[in-house]
């Protein structure tokens, strides 16, 4: 089982202000996907990266992978209150996932 | 279309008693996957299917617990006896080909919050 750590495990921002989201682990995965989850909802994919190094960007959402594909960033500019919810990273090759970030933004 | 289709949305039974978690996944999808989730514990991969063949069962917590796959549109979880530390929201989830392509999106249905008293 390859784990992943996820960091901060809660933030609480204001609206309009930047914030950077990590998922780290020891282990190389092939691909890792991000989630995001609202209450009451089950997880909704984000975004998958597959290529170390590789940059997506969804809208007002960067998401990095590592260059040695351990590790996978996301951040966001101008947060706003409908980014509220947790944020969840998987390893796509055993589909297990790290504890999450739980952000609040704050209007 | 319709998305993963979970049953019942809410659960309280007590302890003891058997509980049957339902789930429809979406039609096409040959993977599935059933997850428990906690605040302590996050969510933890439980068993997943593959063509209605349990692959992986390494994360059902003990023999209370089975997961059954009659067939392509139905898979159920059932823990019996149940116990309070049982209580989570347990989620279903479907995709397409899984094992051959390990970065297919999962779709998840919206949960059953099951509560033992």
């Known amino acids: 089982t390859q784990l992943l750590e996820q960091s901060p495990q809660f933030l609480s921002i204001q609206e309009g202000e930047n914030l950077t989201v990590y998922c780290n682990s020891s282990s190389v995965f092939s691909s890792l996907q991000w989630y995001r989850q609202e209450p009451g909802e089950g997880p909704v994919l984000l975004v998958t990266v597959v290529t170390g190094g590789e940059v997506k960007k969804l809208k007002r959402l960067t998401f990095q992978f590592g260059d040695a594909r351990k590790d996978s960033s996301l951040h966001i500019t101008a947060a706003q209150p409908g980014d509220t919810g947790l944020y969840l990273c998987a390893g796509a090759d055993d589909m297990r996932f790290g504890a999450g970030t739980r952000l609040t933004v704050k209007p | 279309d319709a998305g993963v289709i979970q049953s019942p949305r809410h659960e309280v039974t007590e302890m003891g008693q058997e509980v049957t978690l339902r789930c429809k996944p979406i039609s096409g999808h040959n993977s599935l996957f059933w997850y428990r989730q906690t605040m302590m514990r996050g969510l933890e991969l439980l068993i997943y299917?593959?063509?209605?063949?349990?692959?992986?069962d390494s994360g059902m917590p003990e023999d209370r617990f089975s997961a059954k796959m009659p067939n392509a549109s139905f898979s159920t979880l059932k823990i019996q006896p149940s116990e309070p530390r049982d209580s989570a929201v347990y989620f279903c989830a479907s995709s397409f080909d899984w094992g051959a392509y390990g970065n297919q999106p999962q779709h998840f249905g919206d949960g059953t919050r099951l509560s033992i008293l």
């Open positions: 299917f593959n063509n209605n063949v349990p692959i992986d």
